[in-house]
């Protein structure tokens, strides 16, 4: 989008015999070219980026572009760690929790694990980049989706930490905080019980990973890491990228005309929170600064943002895969809209 | 990509974040707090990088004979050069004038105003001088002689405002609150640059055309030309 990388990997495939790396003497894996090549690519890339960085810099020094850059490193930079914790709690229950644990922590009946592991993202500390991987291992490990997504949807928006920021947020207003958990419980759950209902296994990507390659545990731990941060890490920069360019391009006043319509505020604070990918630990300050619009705007805006945004959908499409993806990001939405409206009818 | 690139972008990126930990430049894009974060995950991806080449090395040594295994590795995996290229070459600055004149003033009414120490000029911060001036029309300033620091930014009319960038996480939810200048303000201001402002409470106020919120003026007598800060956002609202 704005950084083009001019060192596309194709062409060095042409000449993986004279890669620097390609050993004499032991043969690597040779099926594909690729695998020998990508280190070449990678070094081809490095180097071509360093002598032209002069003009790459000039192309990033307008306003636009620097706060573009800003604003996409700062994303990247922010949710980096909490992917990194969430990929190590990812490989430890991967490799180190047995299936059997989690068959006697969680009620038999899918019925009642969904509310379960709705509660039990209360334990999860951070933001949303952490609960994506925790959920792709939680499935890998037999548990069931429905209980596994409602952990992934109720996590980022229900701990301690994300509470406590809600309510420093909002300090003349306790109600928030509580309408903020409920609201969020209820769609994780409903999520959970609607994929029970009408999910299908087949929408889910099967585990990519090759946990037990004949390797040690660790040896599948470090694996399990490498994969996770290598392959979300990735979505993330697109997440990034697509956040930074609302950021930065879109212009804030439309935001005004929104807030007069009670209909309107409410779709267009939810859109907003798709569109922003904030981290769940800092959109309370963000919604309480939008001080033209309802509380119930307010609401939807906080319950929407942890369980779908632009970040999240590329995250989830590289955990679950495309084919679950699409069809559970609006069901996502429009249930977590409903919900919001519905507790903030009530609560606020 | 394969393992050996793999850990080779993973050691970088590792290494970039240490990096930005440490030399203070992580301050230009999220909050202090995370620094503890931001080293162990560095940390982490190093030792992530160290342990990929050590098992990838075993591995060739136990299985000469085996082929390889085609495991398809996920290509999303080269974007994330992106950030590693934008983090150690660019390291773009902190956000300023063209996101401060864009968003509107994120004033809020302060939960309470702190007793304020007995110096001359007295040190006060935008948020401290805009949360005062709007919402408790300058009692604890009124006749005192301040020294506010912000950077410049003009907006269409050529209206030039102090301003500092309040940020609760990171630079994406960063807004600006605003201090409208007047008196002797000096005749050429260039956006982005950072002034050290020596002035006095009025009680005139305007409105931020973008959102319509409150922005208080400030009388300068002086301004001063200064380094941008160590931390160029204001994170009071985070404690």
């Given amino acids: 989008m704005a950084i083009t990388r001019p060192a596309p990997p194709g062409p060095a495939r042409t000449d993986k ?8 003497g032991g043969p690597g894996p ?10 070449v690519a990678l070094t081809v890339l490095l180097l071509v980026v360093v002598v032209a960085q002069g003009p790459i810099r000039g192309a990033l020094s307008a306003p636009v572009m620097q706060s573009w850059t800003t604003v996409f490193v700062a994303v990247v930079v922010q949710a980096l760690p909490f992917l990194v914790l969430g990929v190590l709690l990812s490989a430890a229950i991967a490799v180190f929790v047995p299936p059997s644990f989690f068959a006697r922590a969680l009620p038999s009946r899918p019925a009642l694990a969904v509310p379960v592991a709705g509660v039990a993202g209360a334990v999860l500390p951070g933001c949303e980049c952490a609960s994506v991987p925790v959920a792709g291992a939680l499935v890998r490990r037999g548990v069931t989706p429905a209980a596994a997504i409602a952990f992934l949807l109720s996590a980022p ?18 109600g928030m905080v509580l309408a903020r958990f409920a609201a969020s419980l209820l769609v994780a759950c409903a999520m959970g019980w609607l994929w029970q209902r009408l999910g299908r296994t087949d929408w889910l990507r ?22 996770d941060v290598m392959h979300a890490g990735g979505f993330l920069v697109v997440g990034a990228m697509a956040a930074a360019t609302l950021k930065a391009v879109a212009p804030a006043s439309w935001l005004r005309t929104a807030a007069g319509n009670p209909f309107v505020a409410v779709l267009a604070l939810a859109v907003l929170a798709v569109l922003l990918s904030i981290c769940s630990e800092a959109d ?6 939008l001080t033209q619009f309802s509380p119930t705007a307010k609401l939807v805006f906080l319950v929407v943002g942890p369980m779908i945004d632009l970040k999240l959908f590329a995250m989830q499409t590289g955990t679950f895969g495309r084919r ?25 | 990509m394969n393992r050996q690139a793999q850990s080779v972008v993973m050691f970088l990126v590792g290494a970039a974040l240490l990096h930005a930990g440490l030399s203070g430049l992580y301050l230009r894009y999220v909050k202090a707090g995370l620094q503890p974060l931001l080293l162990a995950s560095g940390a982490v991806l190093v030792l992530t990088a160290l342990m990929t080449l050590w098992y990838e090395r075993r591995k060739r040594h136990a299985r000469e004979e085996e082929h390889g295994h085609a495991h398809r590795e ?14 150690i070459l660019v390291a773009p600055p902190a956000l300023g004038s063209y996101s401060a004149v864009r968003t509107g003033t994120a004033l809020q009414k ?17 948020v401290d001088y805009a949360g005062r001036a709007v919402y408790d029309h300058g009692r604890s300033i009124a006749g005192r002689r301040l020294s506010i620091t912000g950077f410049v930014a003009l907006d269409r009319g050529g209206t030039p405002y102090l301003v500092r960038m309040a940020l609760n996480c990171c630079a994406a939810d960063a807004q600006p609150v605003k201090i409208a200048l007047t008196g002797h303000v000096p005749p050429v201001l260039e956006p982005d640059t950072w002034l050290e402002v020596t002035g006095s409470y009025t009680a005139r106020q305007t409105r931020d055309p973008v959102n319509n919120g409150p922005i208080p003026y400030l009388d300068v007598t002086e301004a001063k030309p200064v380094p941008t800060p160590h931390d160029p956002y204001d994170e009071t609202w985070n404690q």
Avoid: M
């Fill in chain 1, 284 to 289: 309370a300050f963000v919604a309480a600064s």
């Fill in chain 1, 157 to 174: 928006a229900i701990n301690p930490i994300v509470l406590t920021a809600t309510a420093v947020a909002f300090p003349r207003d306790p």
């Fill in chain 1, 17 to 24: 015999r004279s890669g620097p790396d390609a050993p004499a």
């Fill in chain 2, 74 to 87: 996920p290509r999303i995996s080269w974007l994330l050069v992106l950030p590693l290229f934008a983090l």
């Fill in chain 2, 110 to 126: 302060p939960y309470a105003y702190e007793a304020l120490p007995k110096s001359d000029p007295l040190p006060l911060s935008v």
């Fill in chain 1, 206 to 227: 099967p585990p990519a990973h090759a946990f037990h390659e004949g390797g040690s545990k660790g040896e599948a731990f470090w694996g399990s890491v490498r994969h």
């Fill in chain 1, 30 to 39: 040779e099926r594909d070219g690729w695998h020998l090549t990508s280190p």
């Fill in chain 1, 324 to 348: 679950f993806a699409l069809r559970f990001a609006p069901a996502t939405f429009v249930l977590a809209v409903l919900g919001a409206v519905l507790t903030g009818a009530v609560l606020l």
